[in-house]
């Protein structure tokens, strides 16, 4: 992980890491006041939010409102999508506040965008499902910018970031010594603080903290070193992004109950473990991956849930203790390895720090005291799913040591794409009135 990192900074293609600039050089740190907007759109739905701050890290109150997109809008043009998103906004305004008074807005944008400055960005390509040609390689943030002007609302994207970064600074709006934040969800990311002068592809960069949080885009990660097996194979051919987000597909949500489905189709096959109801194994995502926790974390001494999973949603009825339990071991072994990948991956980061106790690491840095260190961490894997969450906190002390691992704290931080986009914004918006913003 390190050395893809190294990759990725020095050069854009250099590495399956893409290693992206966000530009934000500066992170809530608790002094910030007022009331600030986000808009939250990376999916089906879009999330408008009304944050507003007082000094000593105090969230006052927090208003938010949900409106689904309707799916014409995911396959139309560029202003029918932003106007939506612009009108859901003016809305909430109009009802919260009443009055139309310029305030900041913090635009979270789950797509992959080239960002240009805190404050805009152009749309790389777009997943999920959304399919509108004329956006990409246009500047998301202007597109909203626009479409707030057309419905005369007097606001403006003061910074536009991704879920993960959100994650961040929300983090560290709590506590300052947050370093990096990660999300395994169904998707997987990670971000983090880098100095300045190491980034080597953007030589001359100025920033006035002397660091940048840097987006890794590390659900693309890849290594001749990652433990590959041919059930992974088999899912990525399967996938319509093929050969790309290879580390993803073996620690993210949406991933992990297909691979145990592989594995038990490829049992069913070479043995008769399943009986004569082994067909509907063949049946691709068939075990999602909350049926794969439930299973795991059955602990009643004839595993009855597993029994009901394995009748109700594979059509496999009266299969042995024997075999429930072989169920539960490959549910528990797929698992087990996510959470220990996603554990290395978290100490790749704190390597390139200087933050795992192996003295002057990659950065450089000399031994010095072990620093406290804080990872921001959001996501239904880890945060819902305790036996995911026991595999990758033993995992990171086996790693780093019983020592250094009483000075690293994994922190589980809600809603950083929303809360913590508003922070963002109330840090970069232009009345900051030397109100911090450290990094």
Not at 157 to 172: E, F
């Amino acid at each position: 992980m390190v050395v893809e990192m190294h990759a990725g900074l020095a050069s854009d293609g250099g590495s399956k890491l893409k290693m992206l600039l966000t530009f934000v050089d500066a992170l809530p740190n608790g002094n910030e006041e007022g009331i600030y907007y986000a808009i939250d759109l990376g999916g089906t739905s879009i999330r408008v939010l009304r944050v507003e701050v007082g000094a000593g890290s105090v969230i006052i109150n927090r208003k938010v409102e949900h409106q689904p997109i309707p799916e014409e809008l995911t396959k139309g043009t560029t202003e029918s999508l932003f106007n939506f998103v612009a009108l859901a906004l003016k809305n909430f305004v109009e009802k919260e506040d009443g009055k139309d008074e310029k305030r900041a807005l913090g635009f979270t944008f789950s797509f992959p965008v080239r960002q240009n400055s805190v404050s805009s960005g152009s749309l790389i390509r777009w997943t999920k499902g959304f399919s509108i040609e004329d956006t990409v390689g246009k500047d998301v943030a202007q597109c909203l910018n626009e479409a707030l002007a057309r419905c005369g609302l007097n606001v403006r994207v003061t910074a536009l970031v991704n879920d993960t970064v959100g994650t961040l600074a929300l983090g560290h709006y709590y506590d300052e010594d947050t370093v990096a934040a990660v999300i395994i969800g169904a998707g997987t990311n990670a971000c983090y603080i880098e100095r300045t002068d190491a980034i080597i592809k953007c030589q001359g960069l100025l920033t006035n903290s002397g660091g940048m949080v840097v987006n890794m885009e590390w659900g693309n990660f890849w290594s001749s070193h990652l433990p590959r097996t041919p059930y992974d194979i088999s899912l990525d051919d399967k996938t319509q992004n093929r050969n790309d987000q290879g580390f993803e597909k073996m620690i993210s949500g949406m991933y992990l109950g297909e691979i145990a489905r592989l594995v038990l189709h490829r049992m069913a096959h070479e043995s008769d473990v399943f009986g004569d109801a082994a067909d509907i194994l063949s049946t691709p995502f068939i075990l999602s991956t909350p049926r794969l926790a439930a299973i795991c974390e059955d602990d009643s001494p004839d595993l009855s849930e597993v029994r009901r999973i394995l009748q109700e949603h594979l059509k496999i009825p009266d299969a042995p203790l024997k075999t429930r339990r072989l169920v539960v071991k490959v549910c528990d072994i797929v698992t087990r390895r996510a959470a220990r990948l996603a554990a290395a991956g978290i100490v790749g980061i704190l390597k390139k720090l200087g933050r795992d106790g192996s003295g002057a690491a990659s950065s450089g840095r000399t031994r010095g005291q072990p620093k406290r260190t804080v990872v921001a961490i959001e996501g239904g894997l880890y945060q819902g799913y305790p036996v995911f969450r026991e595999y990758l906190d033993e995992a990171l002390e086996e790693i780093l040591g019983e020592e250094v691992a009483r000075n690293v704290t994994l922190r589980v931080t809600e809603d950083g794409s929303g809360v913590g986009a508003a922070l963002l914004a109330a840090v970069h918006s232009l009345n900051r009135q030397q109100q911090g913003g450290s990094i």
